[in-house]
Antibody
C-alpha cells in the first residue's frame, strides 16, 4: 500500500526552528511532485509548499515564503520542510501529500491523492 | 493569488442529494479537485479534474463545472458522508488554493 508518514512535529518557541520529514513507501518517489498542507486547530486546509519530482522547482505560499524551505532526498524517499522564524499562527497539523498523475500528465501541483496522517506543530512560549 | 468560496454548511436528509458549490474567477481556466475530511483524519480525494472520480470512490460522488462555479454532488446521501468537504485548484505558476470548506450535515 502506498504510504506517507510524517514526523518531526512538536512544541517550539516563537522564533524557533523545526524540520518536518515525510517518509514515502511503495511508489516511485522521484516521479511525483509532493506538497505540504497544514490545518490550524478547528480551521480549514491551507497549502504551504510544493516541490517537483526532481526537486528542481519549489513553490511557497506567501504566508511562509522566506521562512520555510521544502526539499527532498530521492535516494531516501523522504520529503522535508525546514521551518524557521516560527510564529504562533504556524501552529497546525502539517500533512504531506503526493500529487496525482494520470497516464498523460504528471504536474508538480494538481490533485493530491495520497496523504500522510499529519504531524502537529505547536508554536508557543 | 486567487480565492475559492464555499458555503460554510450544507444540510441534507439521508437518501437526498447534496450539492456543494465552489466559486472562483480562475475556475474557468483551471481544474478543480474535491476532498472529504472526517474528524481526526487526513483528507481524501473524491473528485479530480472537475468531474473525474478516483478508484474506490463511490459512484454517488460526482462533480461538474459551469463558468466560475464547480459543484460536488452527492446522490443518495448516507450517514457516513457527513464530513467537511474542500475544493482546491492549482495554477501553472505552482500556486495551490483551497476553499474554506463546507460542513455537510446528514440530518
Amino acid at each position: 500500500e502506498v504510504q506517507l508518514v510524517e514526523s518531526g512535529g512538536g512544541l517550539v518557541q516563537p522564533g524557533g526552528s523545526l524540520r518536518l520529514s515525510c517518509a514515502a513507501s511503495r511508489f516511485t518517489f522521484s516521479s511525483y511532485g509532493m506538497t505540504w498542507v497544514r490545518q490550524a486547530p478547528g480551521k480549514g486546509l491551507e497549502w504551504v509548499s510544493a516541490i517537483s519530482g526532481s526537486g528542481g522547482s519549489a513553490y511557497y505560499a506567501d504566508s511562509v515564503k522566506g521562512r520555510f524551505t521544502i526539499s527532498r532526498d530521492n535516494s531516501k524517499n523522504t520529503l522535508y520542510l525546514q521551518m524557521t522564524s516560527l510564529r504562533a499562527e504556524d501552529t497546525a497539523v502539517y500533512y504531506c501529500a503526493k500529487v496525482y498523475c494520470s497516464s498523460t500528465s504528471c504536474p508538480t501541483v494538481g490533485a493530491f491523492d495520497i496523504w500522510g496522517q499529519g504531524t502537529m506543530v505547536t508554536v508557543s512560549s | 493569488s486567487y480565492e475559492l468560496t464555499q458555503p460554510p454548511s450544507v444540510s441534507v436528509s439521508p437518501g437526498q442529494t447534496a450539492r456543494i458549490t465552489c466559486s472562483g474567477d480562475a475556475l474557468p481556466k483551471q481544474y478543480a479537485y474535491w476532498y472529504q475530511q472526517k474528524p481526526g483524519q487526513a483528507p481524501v480525494l473524491v473528485i479530480y479534474k472537475d468531474s473525474e472520480r478516483p478508484s474506490g470512490i463511490p459512484e454517488r460522488f460526482s462533480g461538474s463545472s459551469s463558468g466560475t462555479t464547480v459543484t460536488l454532488t452527492i446522490s443518495g446521501v448516507q450517514a457516513e458522508d457527513e464530513a467537511d468537504y474542500y475544493c482546491q485548484s492549482a495554477d501553472s505558476s505552482g500556486t495551490v488554493v483551497f476553499g474554506g470548506g463546507t460542513k455537510l450535515t446528514v440530518l
